[in-house]
């Protein structure tokens, strides 16, 4: 059994093409700057991106599962070279890695002219500019990834993007890379640094409240729901693997100092895809989508002895709402892991039976930061219901969030 915080790989998704598409822009190996590229430390050596080992033409594969590209027939491609940065090691500088993936700092370069007519310009956004690149970490990744690149143009098309979600520069298609702005902080660093913080400094004054304080706290669920509420509304998509490490904070100027200073924004849409039109449904089984979950965070149902057997687990925007509201007990509390002292088996176990989270987490060292009848239950019982269609949807939940 994989360890409760790391997620666990279930399928993959295949067939991200569509037939009627043009192909990719024309692009090749050598898109990537030799070792030998002048630029501070940085290079991009090729063998830290594994070469894309899709042998048929992009252009004509068939789009089969991937209901997340349903308008989308190829991913927007990164018009620059990259250069991925360097420690004073010469180690490669890695934001983060996931179940699929490691995130390296990286920093554009342009393209060298080739006089070629058809060369798209370098995005005025993106040059020169250190950016974040999620490049795959294991072979069966690149699918995940491709993937992944259609799940990001597309909702770089859907309005509102900018203040919602990771802004999203392309796709290396050589190397099934995604290009993104560098968002250094995840929201499960900002929870440790918090709850560091208050073990360091204890206060009985405090002890009764969120580690990152109740004003905090308030700001950020409402965010993070307004997020959510995007995601599911406007763009259509349920993201599938909500939890902190797949969140990431860009600094925000607040003038309110007890505000939640940074901007939450969606990150990792590996296991995103459609919500499907039958709404009610529980299961879904055209999709293959779910293609990672973290126990702690994933909603109930999805972890269901028929469901796990089943191969059809389809997350629905209710579970998305589970997972939120596991995320924001863990800024609450403070632990990361949702359960602190129980092992991997009891935390799954817990996960199964997540209707009681609130129990669960109360009985846990740091309990009292959320209690009985408290804003923090207030906000979280109605999302984490154990009959999935009686959940508070996004919407209500973001007026819920605004009071
Ligand atoms: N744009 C980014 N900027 C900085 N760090 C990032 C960025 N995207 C992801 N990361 C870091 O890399 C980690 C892994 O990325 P993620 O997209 O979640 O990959 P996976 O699909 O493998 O889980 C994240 O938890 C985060 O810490
Ligand atoms: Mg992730």
């Not at 070629?116 to 999620?134: N, Q």
């Not at 993070?224 to 100027?253: F, S």
């Not at 126990?295 to 469901?307: H, V």
């Amino acid at each position: 059994m994989a360890p409760c915080d790391s997620p666990v790989r279930l399928t993959v998704r295949t067939g991200l093409h569509d037939k009627r598409s043009p192909p990719h822009s024309p692009t090749s190996a050598s898109a990537l700057t030799p070792p030998v590229t002048p630029i501070g430390k940085g290079v991009l050596h090729a063998e830290l991106l594994t070469p894309s080992p899709t042998t048929e033409d992009p252009s004509s594969s068939t789009q089969s599962s991937a209901q997340t590209t349903r308008h989308v027939g190829v991913p927007l491609i990164f018009p620059d070279e990259i250069d991925i940065c360097h420690d004073e090691s010469r180690r490669p500088f890695e934001f983060g890695r996931g179940a699929w993936s490691i995130v390296y700092r990286a920093r554009s370069v342009p393209k060298q002219s080739t006089g070629s007519l058809h060369t798209p310009p370098s995005s005025p956004a993106s040059t020169g500019r250190i950016l974040a690149v999620k490049a795959p970490l294991r072979r069966d990744a690149h699918k995940v990834l491709q993937s992944e690149a259609l799940t990001m143009t597309r909702l770089s098309l859907t309005p509102g993007c900018e203040n919602y979600m990771v802004p999203f520069h392309g796709f290396l298609p050589e190397y099934d890379a995604l290009v993104m702005s560098a968002i250094p902080l995840a929201l499960s660093t900002f929870i440790e640094d918090k709850a560091d913080a208050r073990k360091h400094n204890p206060s009985t004054a405090t002890m009764f409240e969120p580690v990152q304080g109740p004003d905090s706290w308030r700001d950020m669920a409402r965010k993070l729901i307004t997020c959510l509420a995007w995601l599911h509304d406007t763009a259509g998509l349920v993201h599938g693997d909500i939890k902190p490490h797949n969140v990431l904070l860009r600094p925000t100027v607040t003038d309110t100092p007890d505000a939640f200073p940074f901007e939450p924004l969606l990150a990792d849409f590996s296991s995103a895809y459609e919500i499907p039109s039958d709404s009610s449904s529980t299961s879904n089984v055209n999709q293959t989508a779910l293609s990672a979950f973290t126990p702690p965070f994933t909603a109930p149902e999805l972890l269901s002895l028929a469901s796990l057997r089943s191969g059809e687990i389809a997350p629905l925007p209710s579970s998305d709402v589970f997972s939120l509201a596991a995320t924001l007990i863990a800024a609450a509390t403070g632990d990361l892991l949702l359960y602190p002292g129980s092992n991997n088996f009891q935390r799954l176990a817990m996960a199964k039976d997540g209707h009681r989270i609130l129990d669960f987490t109360r009985a846990g060292s740091n309990g009292c930061r959320i209690p009985r009848y408290g804003f923090v239950e207030k906000l979280i019982q109605p999302a984490v219901v154990k009959d999935p269609t009686q959940r508070i949807l996004t919407g209500d939940w973001v007026a819920l969030a605004s009071c």
